[in-house]
């Protein structure tokens, strides 16, 4: 098999791909400094993220639903993920310690679901070959993207309000 353009930059999605899931388990494990600004960044640009996804799905009506059921799927995580996450203050700031199986559910989740599509893009199988060959091409994509969302969005959120509730000086245990 001749090398390609297209196996180099397979080769570097996979390789960013990796990159992305390695820190998003790094998010999940151990006390995560709090950085008001930084999650104030991600909320938004989630929210911009769902906002144009949201609008371009109700353009299909499948897509349009399985997002919306993303959306709602997410938010029940988020709660429990919050109510599992732990708090800590001390001299080098505040810190909060997310909930190392629900982080890793969903890590799996969204490795399982970009693996699944991969071997589907470039090992199309004749009975799917009307398959479209973009990432977000099905709403099974866009139910995992509106749960990830929603989930995330959600707890950030809370974790404003935490933060913001106990105050800056208030010492957690």
């Known amino acids: 098999m001749a090398f390609s353009p297209l196996h180099l930059l397979s080769s570097v999605f996979a390789a960013l791909t990796a990159w992305s899931v390695y820190r998003r388990m790094r998010r999940h494990i151990g006390p995560q400094k709090f950085r008001p600004k930084w999650i104030v960044f991600r909320i938004c640009f989630l929210l911009g993220l769902v ?3 949201g609008i371009l799905s109700r353009l299909h009506r499948p897509y349009w639903i399985g997002f919306s059921a993303g959306l709602l799927i997410g938010l029940p995580i988020a709660r429990a993920g919050y109510l599992l996450t732990r708090f800590q203050s001390n001299e080098d700031g505040r810190f909060f310690i997310p909930n190392p199986y629900i982080g890793a559910i969903l890590c799996v989740l969204f490795v399982a679901r970009i693996g699944y599509r991969l071997l ?3 090992f199309p199988v004749k009975a799917s070959a009307a398959v479209p060959a973009n990432l977000m091409a099905t ?6 993207f509106g749960i990830l969302a929603s989930y995330y969005i959600a707890y950030y959120l809370r974790l404003c309000l935490h933060f913001r509730k106990i105050g800056k000086t208030q010492k957690i245990n």
Do not use: G
């Open 51 to 53: 906002v144009v996804i």
């Open 139 to 144: 709403s099974v994509t866009l139910v995992m």
């Open 120 to 122: 589907t893009i470039y």
